[in-house]
């Protein structure tokens, strides 16, 4: 059997003849294996929907209960047969519930890793590299120049900033699930043991990850209004997580002389953090940066990496030039949502 017999490219994403189901569709599909409940990758709509108990509560929350025809929860290392294949969610690091789906089939094996990262993230459980004939692997951060430094380097930076501007407020953009509730943890690692406060939009995820025992602290969500009742010098000094697209908004007017900063890979490009209007910018990622795409790609031992999207033809040209098969899959749909901005190619970044 040929891999592209057990999976193959088609519009409506990633899809396994043998077993008729999709992972991560980006159309409505009868039955869909799903990686993480980033918008890109969970969409409301199929019929059966299979994926971590974890990433169903996420994607309930955010389409309804009714999401899907059928919902079945599949706990990390089970092995589900749906026709003759098996398949089997394995984590990914990535966000809370976040898995890889390792498809197995007449000795064949394939593992869609979906979004990941490999650095130590306390809000989820760590990525597990299993071996396999076709590692498929997204390339967000495919270019050398996305190196990501470690993300408590990146967090001290926050919390010197609030110590030498005590009268400001800093006002942090982080996307609402997974990397807000991630920089909390981070923060509390880190010993700040003040409130954090939150805009509302990051709230109900927020309390999912808090109702799943991740310990994040006190947490409050600014209500609508709350600077006219406390007037000019409410939230000076606190921290606040907000999406990023509230950064510039109305809605950050509130605060007394803000100090704006933006937590994602690509505030390694300084372009993008100007031209956001960011001050304090925050490299910190919930996706493989360079290195660790490549650490990943050996570890996992297999002769082929199909790439789904990011970086796709710079990291198909480094597989060529270690020996391996690289393939674009130009898969289209993902990256609207988390960090993979389709848009947001950097200017400085070489070739
Ligand atoms: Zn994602
Ligand atoms: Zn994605």
């Known amino acids: 059997m040929k891999p592209s017999d057990l999976l193959t490219p088609t ?14 569709p980006v159309r409505p599909v009868a039955r869909a294996l799903i990686t993480h409940g980033h918008s890109d990758h ?19 929350l955010r389409y309804g209960e009714a999401f899907a025809g059928t919902q079945q929860p599949v706990a990390p290392g089970e092995v589900v047969r749906i026709g003759a294949v098996d398949f089997r969610f394995v984590p990914a690091g990535h966000v809370l519930g976040s898995a890889q789906v390792v498809v197995e ?29 076709v590692f498929i692997t997204e390339a967000t951060f495919g270019l050398p120049v996305f190196r990501h430094p470690p993300a ?26 997974g990397k807000a509730q991630r920089l909390m943890a981070l923060i509390r690692e880190a010993g700040y043991e003040q409130p954090i406060f939150i805009h509302g939009a990051v709230e109900t995820i927020t309390r999912l990850y808090q109702a799943e025992g991740i310990p994040l602290g006190e947490i409050h969500k600014i209500d609508p ?28 007017r509130r605060f007394p002389d803000p100090v704006t900063a933006f937590a994602s890979g690509w505030m390694r490009v300084r372009a993008r953090a100007r031209q ?5 910018p925050l490299i910190i990622s919930d996706h493989a940066d360079w290195d660790d795409l490549q650490a990943t790609i050996r570890e996992v031992q297999a002769n082929e990496i199909w790439i789904t999207h990011g970086e796709a033809e710079a990291l198909a040209h480094w597989c060529g030039t270690v020996g391996l098969k690289g393939m674009p899959l130009h898969l289209v749909g993902y990256g609207d949502e988390g960090e993979a901005e389709p848009d947001a190619k950097p200017a400085e970044a070489p070739a």
Request: charged share 25%; net charge neutral.
């Open 225 to 252: 209004g709350e600077r006219k009742a406390e007037g000019r010098k409410a939230f000076a000094g606190e921290i606040v997580i907000c999406p990023p697209s509230a950064i510039q908004d109305l809605w950050s």
């Open 276 to 280: 956001k209007g960011v001050e304090l």
């Open 42 to 60: 969970a969409r409301a709509g199929h019929g059966a929907v299979l994926a971590t108990r974890e990433t169903l509560a996420i994607m309930a």
């Open 11 to 24: 519009p409506a994403g990633l899809y396994c003849p043998p077993a008729d189901i999709y992972v991560d």
């Open 105 to 133: 089939h007449k000795g064949l094996r394939i593992v869609v890793s979906g979004d990941y990262k490999r650095e130590r993230d306390p809000t989820c459980a760590p990525f597990e590299p299993v071996t396999c004939d």
């Open 152 to 177: 408590a380097a990146e967090t001290a930076k926050l919390l010197d900033s609030v110590r030498l501007f005590p009268d400001r407020t800093h006002i942090v953009g982080a996307y609402s699930l």
